[in-house]
């Protein structure tokens, strides 16, 4: 079993900054690719940002690349999600999300590749 658990949301004014952070615990051996994943009011829950085992991959949402920056750090079992230039649309509840399938070929941005999820943490973007 992997737990894991988000913080860093928080109220924020557009044009600013939130640092979210997602910490692993339990068997945290077998983690994969991590994931963030946001879900508005009224809507589905979305991919936003994932992150391969190693790091040495990136893929994004077109409409947060360039002002979110997704890291992990392996022997801490985090994985980090830097937020920049929020916008009111970016306001959501914020999932993170782990992969311990190694074995799993769905896309990053699939919310079927991850077995693994946060209860989520709320940022909310004023005008």
């Known amino acids: 079993q992997v737990q894991l658990v988000e913080s860093g949301g928080g109220l924020v004014q557009a044009g600013g900054s939130l640092r979210l952070s997602c910490a692993a615990s339990?068997?945290?051996?077998?983690?994969?690719?991590m994931g963030w994943f946001r879900q508005a009011p009224g809507k589905e829950r979305e991919f936003v940002a994932a992150?391969?085992?190693?790091?040495?991959?990136?893929y994004y949402k077109e409409p947060v690349k360039g002002r979110f920056t997704i890291s992990r750090d392996n022997a801490k079992n985090t994985v980090d999600l830097q937020m920049n230039s929020l916008k009111p649309e970016d306001t959501a509840v914020y999932y993170c999300?782990?992969?311990?399938?190694?074995?799993?070929?769905?896309?990053?941005?699939?919310?079927?590749?991850?077995?693994?999820w946060g209860q989520g943490t709320q940022v909310t973007v004023s005008s």
């Open positions: 999300a782990a992969e311990t399938n190694g074995r799993n070929g769905a896309s990053y941005d699939s919310s079927s590749k991850y077995n693994y």
């Open positions: 339990g068997r945290t051996s077998g983690l994969y690719a």
């Open positions: 992150i391969s085992w190693t790091g040495s991959s990136t």
